[in-house]
């Protein structure tokens, strides 16, 4: 099985390069791991969000968390972000291709009415609050493991237009 992360691009993301934090995003679907190939993903995920449209993804205010790391926990600043209808719509038929497809999610409990979107803040990119981007691109990304300790390897990009 791959472990895969699916996220809404808010800065360039190339396709088949690696990250230790990847570029600004707002993840879709937390990892979760998958007994598919990259391109059946790609494929299915493609069919499912075809001419969707942009999503305007809305800064609302700065927090602090921590993610997981093999050793413990790293601390993390976010941005936390509107859920807006279109968001959360996006999100929500994210969520359903994946269980179509058998998805083991890692953290179940961040889907579906308990989504809290927002934009990790990475070196010195961060989504301000009270500002916008519009995005239209999902990026699948794999990883040997979700922890911050791997390298996430962006393995493709859909349109949203």
Same mark, same amino acid.
């Given at each position: 099985m791959t472990t895969y992360l699916v996220? %809404?691009?808010?800065?360039p993301m190339r396709i088949d390069a690696e990250y230790h934090r990847l570029p600004l995003h707002c993840t879709l679907a937390f990892w979760f791991k998958l007994n598919r190939t990259v391109q059946e993903l790609h494929d299915h995920i493609a069919k499912s969000a075809a001419r969707f449209g942009t999503v305007d993804v809305q800064g609302t205010a700065i927090a602090f968390t921590?993610?997981? $790391?093999?050793?413990?926990?790293?601390?993390?600043?976010?941005? $936390?972000?509107e859920l807006t209808p279109r968001l959360q719509a996006l999100h929500l038929l994210i969520r359903d291709t994946l269980i179509g497809l058998g998805a083991d999610f890692i953290r179940p409990e961040f889907l579906g009415e308990s989504y809290k979107p927002h934009?990790?803040?990475?070196?010195?990119?961060? %989504? %301000?609050p009270g500002t916008a981007k519009t995005c239209d691109t999902i990026c699948i990304v794999s990883a040997p493991s979700f922890e911050y300790d791997y390298p996430r390897r962006v393995e493709s990009k859909i349109s949203l237009v």
């Open positions: 996220v %809404l691009e808010l800065a921590s993610g997981a $790391k093999l050793s413990g926990r790293v601390p993390l600043a976010v941005t $936390k972000v934009v990790t803040h990475v070196a010195k990119q961060k %989504l %301000l």
